[in-house]
């Protein structure tokens, strides 16, 4: 069974610009997630999808992020502009129902903001 | 107050020897906990869920106690190839949060 799938692995940008990330999630899982994971912390989560439909955004910062999973499959998650605390790794993880502990995470996209 | 905490080590402990850690949640409303590990430069991935009397895998034993609201992690007879971080995960509602993940590292 194919796992979720991220792109791109790794990218740098300068503050201020933009970039989008892409995840493809395990194919049948309803619930989509996209994690900020800073360097010695444990993974943030940024949104969470049931389906197509916006469930939890509340730690989203919504005046530089936003996210979209428009047919209720693939998600791209979106900073503009992006700042240096952004430097991250950006985790795309899916399951079944949400909340279920069973969350299967795809590799992730190293951003680092210069 | 954090909703999942844990003391990020690093515990360095010698191959065969045994080592446990806790983390402790805020929510006691709180209904799922599980451990997850992750290996350096890796997505988590799932463990272990612990249950109200416990949890046992191989050499991996998880513990609750609701009443002082913690979680605990053992793991016996340590490999090298257990180092790693371990995050502690709570569902409250809908969501998982994650700790910073205790960070095991063990020595030959």
């Known amino acids: 069974e194919a796992g979720v799938a991220q792109s791109p692995r790794y990218k740098i940008i300068e503050k201020r610009q933009s970039v989008a990330f892409w995840c493809n999630p395990i194919?049948?899982?309803?619930?989509l997630y996209w994690y900020q994971q800073i360097l010695g912390q444990g993974p943030k989560l940024l949104i969470q999808?049931?389906?197509?439909?916006?469930?939890?955004d509340s730690q989203l910062p919504k005046d530089r992020f936003s996210a979209e999973r428009l047919k209720g499959v693939d998600s791209t998650l979106k900073i503009q502009p992006a700042k240096l605390e952004d430097s991250a790794v950006y985790l795309c993880a899916s399951s079944l129902s949400p909340g279920d502990g069973l969350e299967f995470f795809g590799p992730g996209t190293r951003l680092t903001v210069l | 107050r954090k909703e999942v905490e844990q003391d990020p080590g690093p515990f360095n402990v010698p191959e065969g020897a045994t080592v446990a850690f806790n983390c402790t949640y805020s929510?006691?409303?709180?209904?799922?906990f599980f451990w997850y590990r992750q290996d350096c430069r890796k997505e988590p991935k799932l463990l272990m869920s612990?249950?109200?009397s416990g949890n046992e895998d191989g050499r991996f034993t998880a513990q609750l106690n609701r009443a002082s609201q913690y979680i605990s992690l053992l793991i016996r007879d340590s490999k090298l190839s257990d180092s790693a971080t371990y995050l502690c995960v709570v569902r409250d509602g809908d969501r998982l949060a994650f700790g910073k993940g205790n960070q095991v590292v063990v020595i030959p």
């Open positions: 929510n006691s409303a709180s209904q799922s």
């Open positions: 612990v249950y109200s």
């Open positions: 999808f049931q389906n197509n439909g916006v469930v939890d």
């Open positions: 194919s049948g899982h309803a619930t």
